[in-house]
């Protein structure tokens, strides 16, 4: 899925999105897939961003209209994958650059939406994913990995991190996990009583 926030393709993120089984695009994000000739299955949003002739090259037919003002072209979008797509699984692209109001809503989206499937935002930085509960995720040695929770979790507990964890609090206002460094090919967590983000700085390059 990609989204309409800034967007610079590399080639890493060309591959993403030509191998992905279900390509769509929210809003302005159709405008991104354009410039590398890809063509979304569905876009989704308001349709206040793509531009007419993006529109015209996609068809009317991939356009679902969803106008209300109360959610993001994004969360629009992610309800369609998983509600009338049957998605499982979604990686988004272009959605962490840009305004930061809208990189935090996007934040929020990982763990609004958890409990139906996972996602990724992936961007040249590297990857973020939410973990709430326990969770197992392939690292690179001495790949760079921060936890910062939405809010809050109660407690965290770290495997194969540098500096681990032990049933430890992190609090967005007062204690965070940033800049901890992969051992190796595997880091577990266990989030007790909240949402974790984890932020997975790009290393090798790619998402």
Request: glycine share 12%.
């Amino acid at each position: 899925m990609v989204a309409s926030g800034p967007l610079r393709w590399s080639e890493e993120l060309v591959a993403v999105v030509r191998g992905a089984d279900l390509v769509l695009a929210a809003d302005g994000g159709a405008n991104h897939l354009a410039r590398v000739g890809v063509r979304p299955e569905a876009v989704i949003g308001d349709l206040d961003s793509i531009t007419p002739s993006v529109r015209t090259w996609i068809g009317e037919a991939r356009i679902v209209h969803r106008p209300d003002q109360e959610t993001t072209d994004l969360h629009k979008a992610l309800s369609y994958a998983f509600d009338e797509r049957g998605a499982t699984s979604v990686v988004v692209i272009g959605a962490t650059q840009g305004r930061l109001d809208h990189a935090l809503e996007n934040l929020a989206l990982l763990a609004r939406f958890d409990t139906r499937g996972r996602i990724e935002l992936c961007g040249e930085e590297g990857r973020v994913l939410a973990v709430r509960g326990r969770a197992e995720i392939e690292t690179s040695p001495d790949q760079t990995v921060s936890l910062l929770p939405l809010g809050r979790c109660e407690r965290v507990t770290t495997r194969g991190l540098r500096w681990p964890l032990d049933g430890e609090p992190l609090d967005l206002a007062a204690r965070t996990g940033v800049s901890n460094v992969a051992l190796g090919e595997r880091v577990g967590l266990d989030v007790e009583g909240g949402v974790l983000l984890v932020f997975l700085h790009r290393h090798p390059a790619g998402c």
